[in-house]
């Protein structure tokens, strides 16, 4: 059983650094002159591996779509629109969750033991917005890479877009800290 548990993790591990280095990849495949097929490919097992871990159905569609558009037409654009296909998902993730429970209003709640007060209720659900419109912004940034040099489309979507993501974890947590200090006082 501690073989499998080991196993599992192992796979999670590479294949969230295979996602969060899928541009410098794609970047130095193409500037390697490999086959687009075959990344398109590797684009499809990365899917799999993923659907297999997070039995996301709507994510796998979206994503076989995508890995056989870039099999059937062997046109490496394709393989530039999966940073647009996560940061879309993850922002529709974010958008659809404000209809019940705002998605940062679940995470409080399994992180604090005692029920959540309607304060902190109200300012889950602002962060959920922003976080929805953060994810949309940077959904549109990719798909404007896209059509740029294949540089400027590693280094947003592999460099900038998880600096600029890590820039709003580090203000939302400052200013959350800053909010309980207040409500401390």
Not at 81 to 109: D, E, G, H, W
Not at 135 to 154: C, H, K, R, Y
């Amino acid at each position: 059983m501690q073989l499998k548990k080991l196993l599992t993790i192992i796979t999670k591990i590479i294949s969230s650094v295979i996602i969060v280095i899928y541009p410098f990849i794609i970047f130095y495949a193409l500037k390697q002159n490999i086959a687009v097929r075959f990344l398109g490919l590797v684009l499809l097992a990365m899917i799999i591996v993923s659907f297999l871990r997070n039995k996301n159905t709507y994510l796998f569609v979206l994503g076989l779509t995508l890995a056989l558009l870039v099999i059937l037409f062997n046109q490496d654009i394709f393989l530039k629109f999966y940073p647009v296909l996560m940061n879309s998902a993850i922002c529709a993730i974010f958008a659809l969750s404000l209809r019940k429970t705002p998605l940062i209003t679940q995470i409080a709640q399994k992180m604090q033991k005692t029920p959540l007060n309607k304060k902190t209720v109200e300012y889950t659900k602002k962060v959920t917005y922003a976080w929805t419109i953060f994810m949309f912004v940077n959904a549109i940034n990719s798909l404007i890479t896209v059509f740029l040099s294949d540089e400027i489309w590693a280094l947003y979507n592999g460099f900038i877009s998880y600096i600029l993501i890590g820039t709003m974890m580090l203000v939302e947590y400052i200013i959350r800290k800053r909010k309980e200090k207040c409500l401390h006082q």
